[in-house]
């Protein structure tokens, strides 16, 4: 296989979804912290815990393409 290939399964498409819908709910929750300042501290604990919950579904993808060396030369 080429360096440069990538799977399609269904379980990548899973992955990409669900990533998705964790940027979206980062990006949500920041507003969130913006708008309601009464709130900051609880809605920063959400955004450190979603980001992780990301940071794992991209390793997971990266990991499964066979690119999780590569990331961790980029570090």
Known sequence: MDKNDILCTSQHFRLII????????IWLTKEEMTNHKDNYLKNMKLGHQLNG???QLKNKILDINGLSERSLEKT
């Open 18 to 25: 669900s990533l998705a819908q964790i940027n979206l709910n």
């Open 53 to 55: 919950i990301r940071n």
